[in-house]
């Protein structure tokens, strides 16, 4: 017998990572499999559209005797290990060594149970499988779908009259764009019964950065609410079905995220929410095509002897932004050190002949001739637009992270910009964006990709909500805007600030109340404190800041 344990020491990663071979752990398996047998006794058909090495069977196979169960694998190296499981036993399992996607559609069956393979657009045959799936559905999911939501719409289509289904798959669906359309396939097929949000800080499958859940459906024709919930431990699976919230199917918006419907949202406890893009655009910072050819450090220039105007300063990794506030001086201390801060960009003296044979060196290795390169004229010339006043770092660990760019330098990717900023000041914008608050309330809106690890997209802090900064008083805006000013030498009084900021919008936008006196004579404290540092010498580096004798608000 092949155990899941026993092949994943024999496989390599790649192998495994090709087919998307992430193991259920046989608590979940056993819990989906009662589910899909419901205590039936007697014959049922079952169908394993991804079986691997059949940990869904063996559970079934506890439960009930009298299954015929029919699986498919794409790879032959598991299926025949598959096979040789189930060889010689009595038990009634047939696999299939072929792909699910174009395997019959017409079969059906009595039960469906499945942890589908979970690959990107870019990593299977998006242009062949989407369109099939949309031709036999009438679907419109898009080329971006997942291949599980594939998986998952087929499976509903091959579902008998009163048959149940058990799905594990990631809930990235249920807040993302392509997971729309299937939201709203799901839906309308009415067979969704229950889903089980499974806390990614425990993730269902260690080795796979995903968030999972498990949808529990039922052809009963019965369309009345499909409930949520959420479990911390897969030892809770039991007791799901108690602790609950239920929706009723016209309450389900498709086209919202569904955490609203099992999450407490941050946003919810406060007032007077608008949209990010009100104040301002977010968008992508820039992209080289090439960031080996085009970033420099000041070795690398004085190597090549290329002319200061053919660079524009730019902050290539975020890791060199030690602070919320990205000054002139911090920037001339980071190019002092030799780290890539430089842009090549071509210059308008082309005819220089070191600029020459820079370009030249372009062209002899292709760089011209890449996806961004190629579309750009001359290939060498970086996009023309002004360097952004606020950056925020777009996958974090901690949450997103803004930085004041007040050397007016550019950025790579590793930032996204914030541009066209309107309807409020600068400085009091970025006083609300630096609090946990302004955190707290864009990760409704983020994409959860498990492990803590948290993409923002240029959309979703567009979309994302912020509280409305117009409705400050003038005392409040000039308050705000003074502690943001005040944001820069040192990472200890910085955070003291920002705590202080954190309190003042919380209450400001909980309860309409706001004693601004208190806050307005905290910051001149904290300020002295800064005050008599800076007198002593400007202080840079964090450590030194450490030494003040900063009290506790
Ligand atoms: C996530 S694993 C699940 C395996 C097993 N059912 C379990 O839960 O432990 C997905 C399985 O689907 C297989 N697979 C990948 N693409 C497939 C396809 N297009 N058709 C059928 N099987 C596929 C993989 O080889 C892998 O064994």
Redesign the pocket.
Known sequence: MMT?KEYVKKTSLEHRKK??????PVQI?DFMASWVLDGKEGYQSIL?????????SRSMLKINHDIRVVG????ES?FNYATGNFANSRLNVTINL????T?SWSDKYDGII??????KFHD?DNAKFVPLVNNKLKTHLNGFTN?YTL?LLKSIYQLKDGGRMAY?IPSEFLNSDYGVEVKRALLQSGVLKHIIIVDFTQCAFDDALTTACILLCHKDKRTDCVTFSNIQDVANLSTCFADNTAYNYRELNPEVKWKRYYEETNSSKYNHLIPFSTFAKVSRGIATGANNYFTFKASKIDEYNLPEECFRRCICHSTDVRNQVLTEDDFDEIANEDKTVYLFNGCSDDNNAQVRSYINLGEANGINEKYLTASRNPWYALENREPSPIWVSVFNRNGLRFVRNKANVYNLTTFHCVYNISEIDTDILFAYLVTDLAKEIFLDNSRQYGNGLVKFEPNDLNKGNVVDLRLLTEEEKDFTRRASEKLQYCESVNNQIIRLLDDFFRDRYSSNHVDLPHYVSVLQAIAAIKQSATDKKKITAASKCKQLNIFNL
């Open positions: 899941e087919y998307a071979q992430f193991f259920t398996s394993e559209p991804a079986i691997g090495l059949g940990v869904f498919y694998d794409i790879d598991i072929e792909n699910y996607l395997s499945c942890n589908p393979p979970y690959l299977y291949i998986f594990i």
